[in-house]
Each structure stands twice: as structure tokens, then as C-alpha cells.
């Protein structure tokens, strides 16, 4: 080979590293792409379900809705259609196009919340909201430094929240105890601190499974943001109704 083949092949493969690294496409960089995509998409959706609550629960939306429950009713079940059609065609879909609805979720989520405004305090809200982020980082960060595979314990904690959810509409229904209730409420906290170090630790096999951050890879990640906005959003609700109780 001589000198101006070598030149000829070193800038061809310069070139395609280049295209690669633009991508997050070369191995190991994937990961940290992935990885940091997940808890951006995480974070914009707790701030879009913030600001969504704040603004409906100070505005006169917040009426409207609680006069008329069809709206809540829509609201409720639009989110669970875009959860149940985002996880299941997230192969068939674009990236754009999940992203749109991961949003649109975090939004119509933030309409619904809105209520707890008109439940708690601002500064109860302020305090558990800090004690959830806390929670949620040291049991994110247990999932994501552990060695120790955790997929047991995740299986059990899922057939765990299949049971809370089954207690929780015979109390509402028929029980009506309060004390079983604060009882469910603890029992929800620690479900989901549990989901949290579990989903960690899943997404983070997935995410390093990937040698190319591509749309595919970006649409799994897009499902992990949105595994841990549930467990951050879920566990937030039930310290709020333990807290909220000695407000």
C-alpha cells in the first residue's frame, strides 16, 4: 500500500468515525448517550407536568373540570390510551412521534394532578416534592451502582402494586377505613422505591445492550424515561397523602 492509498483510507475511516460520533453511534458511547437521553426526557416531563398542574389548579380550568367529572373521565383514560399505545407500538412509531406523545402524556398528567392544589398546601407540595427527589436519587443510584441483579425483587414489588391497586379500590369502595389507607399509602412508598432501584438497573442492561444510539435504541430509552417519571410521580402521590395527613 502505498503513502496516498494510507492517506486515502485513513480519511475515509476518519470520516466515518465522525459520522458515528454525531450519532452517539460508536461502542461505548452509546451508553452515555442513552443514559443521558433517558433522564432528559424524564426530567422535561416532571417539569411539563409541573407547570401543567400549577397553571391549571390557578386558573379557572380547575372548575371547569371538577363541574364537569365527564372531563376528568376523558382525561383519566386518555392518559392510560397513551401509555397503553406508546409501550405497545413504540416499534411502529417514529421517534418524533413518541416523543409527541410522551409529552402530550406529561401534559394531560399535569391536568389531572392539578386537583392536589386545591388538597394540599404549596408548601407541603414543596416539602414532599424534595423528599421524593431525594428518595427517588438514593434508590436510583442504589439500582444503578448494585451488583446485585434485582429482577426478583422486581417481579415481586410488580405483583405487589397489582395487589395495593386491588386493596385500594375495595378500601375506596367498601372498607373506607383511613387507617388502611396511611397502611397503603406506606406499603406504596416502598413499592415504588423499590420499582425505582429495579427499573435503574433495568435500563441501564438496556442502554448498555445498544452499540448505536439510534432512533431504535432512542425510542427504548424514551420507555425507560417514562418507567421512571411513573415511579417518581407515583411515589410522590403517596408520601404526599402520608405527609399530607399530619399537615
Not at 420499582?195 to 445498544?210: P, V
Request: net charge neutral; proline share 0%.
Amino acid at each position: 500500500m502505498n503513502e496516498k492509498d494510507f492517506a486515502s483510507m485513513l480519511r475515509q475511516q476518519e470520516s466515518s468515525i465522525d459520522v458515528q460520533e454525531r450519532n452517539g453511534a460508536v461502542t461505548g458511547m452509546a451508553f452515555g448517550v442513552l443514559m443521558r437521553k433517558v433522564y432528559t426526557w424524564m426530567t422535561l416531563a416532571l417539569a411539563i407536568t409541573a407547570g401543567a398542574a400549577y397553571y391549571v389548579a390557578h386558573s379557572d380550568l380547575i372548575f371547569t373540570i371538577a363541574n364537569n367529572p365527564a372531563i376528568l373521565w376523558g382525561l383519566i383514560i386518555g392518559e392510560l390510551v397513551l401509555v397503553i399505545a406508546l409501550s405497545a407500538a413504540i416499534n411502529k412509531l417514529s421517534l418524533s412521534v413518541a416523543t409527541i406523545m410522551f409529552v402530550i402524556y406529561s401534559l394531560v398528567n399535569g391536568v389531572t394532578l392539578s386537583f392536589i392544589f386545591l388538597v394540599y398546601d404549596i408548601g407541603t407540595i414543596g416539602t414532599v416534592f424534595l423528599i421524593t427527589a431525594a428518595t427517588f436519587g438514593a434508590m436510583a443510584l442504589l439500582g444503578y451502582t448494585t451488583k446485585k441483579d434485582l429482577s426478583g425483587m422486581g417481579r415481586f414489588l410488580l405483583m405487589a402494586l397489582i395487589g395495593i391497586i386491588i386493596a385500594t379500590v375495595v378500601n375506596l369502595l367498601f372498607v373506607k377505613s383511613a387507617g388502611f389507607d396511611l397502611l397503603l399509602s406506606y406499603a406504596g412508598v416502598l413499592i415504588f422505591a423499590g420499582l425505582t432501584a429495579y427499573d435503574t438497573q433495568k435500563i441501564k442492561e438496556m442502554c448498555n445492550s445498544f452499540d448505536y444510539a439510534d432512533a431504535s435504541a432512542q425510542k427504548l430509552a424514551l420507555l425507560g424515561a417514562l418507567s421512571l417519571y411513573l415511579d417518581f410521580i407515583n411515589l410522590f402521590l403517596y408520601l404526599l397523602r402520608i405527609f399530607g395527613r399530619r399537615s
